[in-house]
């Protein structure tokens, strides 16, 4: 995508808008144009906890479902975890600005979702899934 014309990013756009519209729109029927948007922070906010039952950093030092506003040497269990979100991104940025490789992104991805899973407060254990999906596809690449 980096080595791209300006038009296919624009087709891009267009088909994520279009494949975005296309998957809320049949449940979409009797709710106000942003629900969606209501929907997935209102959800996102409702569980206050170090871990949704997640093996997890957050649960290795705050426990299992324990309020997330507790604290670890001063630090709430929610501003820790959020804010070692920005190594971790910055490391997947760094792995993708190293070099292009086919199999780059992917482990990026990878090691996106399951830093994610790792340090972030609120998590339950079905985000694990994706990571795992991804791992297995990466490994696969890596054997061959």
Request: proline content about 5%; hydrophobic content about 55%.
């Amino acid at each position: 995508m980096l080595e791209t014309d300006w038009p296919t990013w624009v087709f891009s756009g267009v088909a994520l808008i279009a494949i975005a519209i296309i998957g809320i729109a049949p449940f979409q029927t009797g709710h106000e144009w942003n629900w969606i948007l209501k929907l997935y922070t209102s959800t996102a906010a409702y569980y206050h906890e170090t871990s949704v039952n997640a093996f997890n950093l957050m649960a290795l030092i705050g426990g299992l479902r324990q309020s997330d506003a507790g604290t670890f040497v001063g630090i709430s269990y929610f501003a820790l975890g959020m804010s070692l979100l920005v190594p971790l991104y910055g490391f997947v940025a760094w792995i993708l600005w190293r070099g292009r490789t086919p199999t780059r992104p992917l482990f990026a991805a990878f090691f996106t979702i399951f830093g994610f899973f790792m340090v972030a407060p609120r998590m339950h254990e079905r985000y694990l899934y994706p990571a795992i999906a991804l791992s297995v596809r990466w490994l696969w690449k890596r054997l061959r």
